[in-house]
């Protein structure tokens, strides 16, 4: 049967045949389908809250994602996308990391075996980035801010924490001059062509 083609009863190639080795069945070979990029948008990426005050009263030098200990209450309430995260700081305490005053609601349904709204939340971090943390904030004097809180792409909560130094008052008169100037610069340039 060398040199011979395979056909269908009508006596066309099979569907999806590109070659005579696909026999009839109908399934062609994969290496001979369409090449397509598979899509790499997260699917289930959501914000849950953001510290948009953070980056105007803080000098960011790094930031890194970090797990969080939550109660069931706890994540009903966020899937509902209530939660605060402004007033919230994190600090290395007895070799753990620890977020403080972040604000989550009470969950209705669960409201008589629910958590307490601004208890202290344990954060999960490698040893490696617990001792880089604790040496930035105790060596360095640096501060470690929460930026945003979010379920990722598996759809579970994580949180990005920020490495930071606090800004002096003319720091943030110089970024929100620099900010203003960003602005007019492309307000200008949108009218001009």
Known sequence: MRGHVHKS?????APGCATASCLD??????YLGPIMAKDTKPTNYRVIAENRR????FQIESDLECGIVLMGSEVKSLRQGHASIADSYASV????????N?????YEPARQWGHEERRRRKLLVKKKELARLWN?????GMTIVPLVMYFNDKGRVKLKLAIAQGKKLHDKRAS???RDWNRRKSRLLKEQG
């Open 9 to 13: 009863h009508t006596g066309r190639l």
């Open 25 to 30: 069945t109908g399934h062609a070979h994969p």
């Open 54 to 57: 953070a980056r105007r009263e």
């Open 93 to 100: 305490e007895n070799g753990e990391l620890w977020l403080t």
């Open 102 to 106: 972040a604000h989550i609601p009470i």
């Open 136 to 140: 930035a904030t105790q060596r360095r």
């Open 176 to 178: 929100e001059a620099e």
